[in-house]
């Protein structure tokens, strides 16, 4: 615990230290994301392991299944000599009555159990980005203009901004809502509420169409947005708009961070195998209207030069029909909290400047609350899905390190071998910068968060579908891919989904049927330099 304690010491400095240069503050704020895979805890791994090995189905193959066995073999008068019989003798010999109804008893029970304890299938049949209009469109100079003309800053704090945004990673065509380019702006309820109606049942226009689903189908529910929560809620507005069926099983989840669209998924996965046979919709989506700070708490202004307006609807299913068509299969979800810690708890807060002014705050332990929670996921999601050979190797390093104390160099197990393609939360290029580095991925494999950041900047939790959206548009994904989508967000919180695709994807058939990158996917890549110290 002391170890710990002074690792996380070590990132504070850092961040202490980035933070007394007043031309530099919170853009450095990630300065050295910590690298988790040098301090992996044994208890993360074992998290992984107890995944994938069902406590409940251990107990009845190593106890229920023998007292079944036994007391059929009391009650039939079962002699085990006719199992020595049967594979020494004559093929053709007949096997008594109490003999075959054991053996049929036995089969039926063990069929039982693997039908009870399989896990229903979840597939993601299609999803929908919304794709605002082109008048929506904001350049980096553009908002650098409209950020001067409003008065709402000093002149510190403008060219604080203005460095911010001309190293961020986002380009000239991101988008922005009605409400914040109005001059002046109109920061009102009305606005927002058309923000999120433009957003939401722009994305579910789009799915529908997709899909050939009609709303009233629809069995469950679920939109989540962080910062904005009107009464009536936003899945009521769905409800309202597609006059969904009575019965429907609606949840909206708030103030729960970028990383709440995976957290979505997972909640949609539950509550289709508790409900067979039906379609479960998922909105992921932030709205900036009633969120953009016009205060100059520096610790509060990186939201304004890097978020947007964007939104993403995924439709998934249980039904096996469905299969054939679908795009990819739910493999495995993996969640991760740390807000016991009260640093993690801390480290992304919405409150009060000391002007009154409400504006969401980045702490100075960011990265390193940040990295301790990706270690955590990663180290439980490994025994999920890397190969034997690289579980072994990780393993025995670790267990020289952890229980023989032996100083020995950690070694890094290779998530290329799990996966083709990753989607990483496109929160900032700093971030993406350090995870790349962390697990050693290419400019290939950061190519979707990227150029999705540049091109439609961070738009929360529907990040990682844009990043898809890149990945079937340049047509890369086969079938049988492995799609990684990892994401983290308040709380503190990092979770993780991984899809496999069930058929190749034709790259002319979503650019031509409502994919976002359709009309500009040739231009991409660009050139993103990477973040400057």
Known sequence: MANE?????????????????????????????PDFLQSVKLKYVKLGYGYSCNPATLFLLITVLPMVVLTLIQLTGLNLDRFYDIWTSDPTLLVDTSTGLTGLIVLFFLLG?????????????????????????MSVDSFLKMTTGNGAFEDETIIFQKRISQRSGLGDETYFPRGITSNPPNLSMNEARAEAEAVMFGAL?????????????????????????PTPSLSSMIVNHYKLKT?????????MGCSAGLISIDLAKHLLKANPNS??????????????????DRSMLLC????????????????????????????????????????????????????????????????????????????????????????????????KRKVLKAKVKPYIPDFKLAFEHFCIHAGGRAVLDEIQNNLSLSDWHMEPSRMTLHRFGNTSSSSLWYELAYTESKGRVSKGHRVWQIAFGSGFKCNSAVWKSLRAIDSKEVNA???????????????????KP
């Not at 169409?209 to 962080?226: A, F, Q, R």
């Not at 990158?517 to 040739?522: K, L, P």
Request: with cysteine; proline share 3%; glycine share 6%.
């Open 5 to 33: 304690s002074i690792e996380m010491e070590k990132e504070r400095l850092t961040a202490e230290m980035d933070f007394k240069d007043s031309s530099s503050v919170v853009i450095r704020i990630r300065r050295k994301l």
């Open 113 to 137: 159990i693997h039908y009870v304890k399989k896990p229903r299938p979840v597939y993601l049949v299609d999803f929908a980005c919304y794709k605002a209009e082109d008048e929506r469109k």
């Open 205 to 229: 226009d789009s799915l529908f169409s997709k899909t050939k689903v009609k709303p009233e189908e629809i069995g469950i529910l679920i939109v989540n947005c962080s910062l904005f929560n």
């Open 247 to 255: 019965d429907i099983k609606s949840y909206n989840l708030g103030g």
């Open 279 to 296: 379609y479960a919709v998922v909105v992921s989506m932030e709205n900036i209207t009633l969120n953009w700070y016009f205060g100059n």
């Open 304 to 399: 304004n030069c890097i978020f947007r307006m964007g939104g993403a609807a995924m439709l998934l299913s249980n039904k096996s029909k469905d299969r054939t068509r679908a795009k990819y299969e739910l493999v495995h979800t993996v969640r991760t909290h740390k807000g016991a810690d009260d640093n993690s708890y801390n480290c992304v807060y919405q409150r009060e400047d000391d002007k009154g002014i409400i504006g969401v705050s980045l702490a100075r332990e960011l990265m390193a609350v940040a990295g301790d929670a990706l270690k955590t996921n990663i180290t439980t999601l490994g025994p999920l899905v890397l190969p034997f050979t690289e579980q072994f190797r990780f393993f025995v390093t670790l267990v």
């Open 513 to 531: 049927n409502g994919n976002p990158w359709a009309d500009c996917i040739q231009r991409y890549p660009v050139k993103v330099a990477l973040a």
